[in-house]
């Protein structure tokens, strides 16, 4: 247990060169609260006290404002940076040397039953406001970009980002050129397609109106 704690002090001088001090880390970090107060709820997880594991989830959530589900299973040397509005889900699987940002969600995409949350490999991370919604893989050494909302497997070595996310890198080698000006945007795709549905329909309407026209232009030619 003492290997397991130093380790998960030793990941917040790894990880953030702010870090001054053991008294100021153990006294002041959030996320090392809040990965400390998930290890005793999963303790009583695992021997079926669910009741009181997500009572200390709560109290830990109140005070440092990350959720982690005592369900989840963390590896060594996780870090939290700036963890406010961290959420890991009940089936999450978390790897070792797996750092996560402010506003990150590890979370299901439905209602399902059984393993309906992400699991992410050794060496990820993961930044600020980033959603992993799924019951998939993010493979070891990749890094999911800021914001970027990630529904499907991630292959290891890999950068992701955008709405949905999307991997511009893979080993090193960018996959293809990614354009911020130029990102799927649902809506106006949506009233693209409408308007051009629009147009094909005023278009019918004039040509039924010039069919109808001429009939009328025939007919009175015939009665003359």
């Not at 709405?163 to 960018?174: D, E, H, S, Y």
Request: hydrophobic share 40%; net charge neutral; charged share 20%.
């Amino acid at each position: 247990m003492w290997k397991l704690i130093e380790s998960d002090i030793q990941a917040v001088f790894d990880n953030d060169p702010a870090a001054k001090s053991k008294l100021e880390v153990i006294l002041t970090y959030s996320g090392l609260h809040a990965i400390w107060a998930y290890r005793i709820a999963r303790w009583f997880y695992v021997r079926h006290w669910f009741t009181m594991a997500r009572m200390i989830s709560q109290i830990a959530r109140f005070f440092t404002g990350i959720e982690i589900h005592p369900g989840a299973r963390i590896g060594q040397r996780l870090f939290i940076d700036h963890g406010m509005g961290v959420v890991i889900g009940e089936t999450c699987e978390i790897g070792d040397d797996v750092v996560l940002f402010q506003g990150v969600t590890l979370g299901g995409n439905g209602k399902e039953k059984g393993k309906r949350h992400p699991t992410l490999g050794n060496n990820v991370m993961v930044s600020s406001g980033a959603k992993v919604l799924g019951s998939f893989t993010v493979g070891e050494y990749s890094m999911i970009g800021a914001n970027s909302v990630v529904l499907r497997e991630v292959p290891p070595y890999s950068t992701v980002v955008g709405i949905p996310g999307k991997v511009v890198k893979l080993n090193g080698q960018r996959v293809n050129k990614l354009d911020h000006a130029s990102l799927p945007d649902p809506v106006i795709d949506m009233l693209a397609t409408m308007q051009k549905q629009i147009d094909e329909m005023r278009e019918q309407i004039r040509e039924q109106e010039k069919q109808i026209q001429g009939g009328q232009r025939t007919h009175e030619l015939e009665n003359f």
